[in-house]
Structures are given as C-alpha cells and as structure tokens.
C-alpha cells in the first residue's frame, strides 16, 4: 500500500555552556497526527512521533588540567526527526470519532498506484 503520510516539524537549539557543542539543534513535531491525502488532512488514526539518534557529546567537569578545563564523554539521545506510526484502533477513535473505518479505507484506496 502506497500511501502519502506527511509530519510537520519545527526545530529548536538546546543550549548547555558546559556542554560540547554548546548548541545542539533538536527537532519537535508539530502535529499529534499525520497529514494525509491530497488535501493534507490531519488524521489521528496516525500519530507525528520523534525519531531519536544517538550521539556522543563532551561534557566539561569541574577539574582543570594545566589551566584548562577536562571534559568527559556523555552519550545522550537527540530528536532529530518526526514519522507517522499507526494508531492503536481505541486511541485512534478517542482523539477524532468523526473519522471511521470506512473513510479511512477510502483515504488509503486514493492513494494506491491504480494499474492500466
């Protein structure tokens, strides 16, 4: 099934002066759900959840070494994207009941490649 699910996302800069890099930009979405369809309808049978990456960063500690200050490493987990993950069918009805199965259905069948 080909489907268009597209996220919305904005970025913000964290900002630690005893962290190497002081400015690391981190990603949010912007939608609880995913845009979808021709039109770009936000639909909550799909939810905008952030891709994470793991990255190693230089901590400073308060030690000094002949006059400079002795960084250790830490490894922290940064966003850095957004995706579209199904929604399980009960959290799915909760947010938005105005979207049924059938309508779902019809959104998915629009989207397929048709063959000739």
């Not at 904005?10 to 962290?19: A, F, G, K, L």
């Not at 793991?54 to 250790?72: D, F, M, N």
Request: net charge neutral; aromatic share 12%; with cysteine.
């Amino acid at each position: 099934i080909l489907m268009n699910l597209y996220y919305l996302l904005s970025c913000r800069i964290s900002y630690d002066p005893t962290r190497y890099p002081k400015y690391i930009p981190e990603a949010y979405c912007l939608c609880k759900g995913c845009l979808m369809g021709i039109f770009g309808e936000e639909n909550f049978h799909f939810r905008s959840t952030p891709v994470y990456m793991p990255t190693v960063i230089l901590r400073r500690t308060s030690s000094c070494a002949g006059g400079r200050y002795v960084y250790t490493e830490d490894y922290v987990t940064i966003p850095v994207g957004c995706t579209c993950v199904p929604e399980q069918e009960k959290e799915a009805e909760s947010v938005n009941s105005s979207i049924d199965k059938q309508e779902m259905k019809l959104l998915v069948n629009q989207n397929k490649p048709s063959s000739e």
